[in-house]
């Protein structure tokens, strides 16, 4: 496994690669959800590379860019062992330069959802993962169900500027009580940490009233809202049921939809989403 740090270094070892390429972009600090991504690409990619980088530009100016989780030595002994071929570890420098000015805005989908309650979040997100496809040249891409609509703005973004690229979506790995895997999941004190699981609780009462023939939005979404409303540490930042690739709120579920929920469980605030059938 080859560990760099420089643009002009993963390019040239890009230029002498053969076969299909697959990339996982992560922040680090990996989790079984992450090893998913890197395990799908394993098995359909000749190549696999993997990128760790905390991109500052999606953090807002009370968020925890600097509380972040970094464990790089441990992420690599992970990704050595799930046979990754190449890791790319960019500076702030490399990846944002001193003259840098260029931002890539998608649009509609990041106006919803978390792009409302997390201003600049998703201009961040896709100017980073723009730049990183334009490096690496990938033909595909893997990103987690977890992070719903962070997959459907990339998608929508490759298909507008033809970039060629499969974006793969592999489902969202869980702990064993259906917490959802996450790297912000170690700020939870014990008490918070089963708090936290309300958000599995709630998202299944929605999938289980969708799947028992309810299509009125506004009916689940109260059900759900009175179930997190019981738990004392949780506070709702948001609910939704949505058009599952508009992200555009439904009435009625007439269609693939989407329940999601940011929810803060004392000061760590937690996503999840679940698709109703």
Known sequence: ???????????????QLSGSVGFVPTMGYLHEGHLALVKQARIENSVVIVSIYVNPTQFGPREDFGAYPR???????????EGVDIVFVPSDEEM???????????????????GASRPGHFRGVATIVAKL????????AYFG???AQQAVVIKRMVADLNMGIEIVVVPTVRESDGLAMSSRNI????GERQAATILYKALTLARQLRRGGEKDAGKISRQMTSLIQKEPLAQIDYFSIADAETLEELSLIDRPALASLAVRIGKTRLIDNMPLE
């Open 133 to 140: 496809f334009n490096i690496v040249q990938p033909s595909r």
């Open 71 to 81: 464990e790089l030595n441990r992420d690599l002994e992970l990704l050595r062992g």
């Open 96 to 114: 944002y330069p001193p003259e840098f000015s260029s931002w890539m805005d998608v649009g509609k989908v990041t106006e919803r959802l978390e």
């Open 145 to 147: 169900q977890k992070d």
């Open 187 to 190: 700020y939870l004190s014990p």
């Open 1 to 15: 496994m080859q560990v760099v740090k420089t643009i002009p270094e993963i390019r040239a070892l890009r230029q």
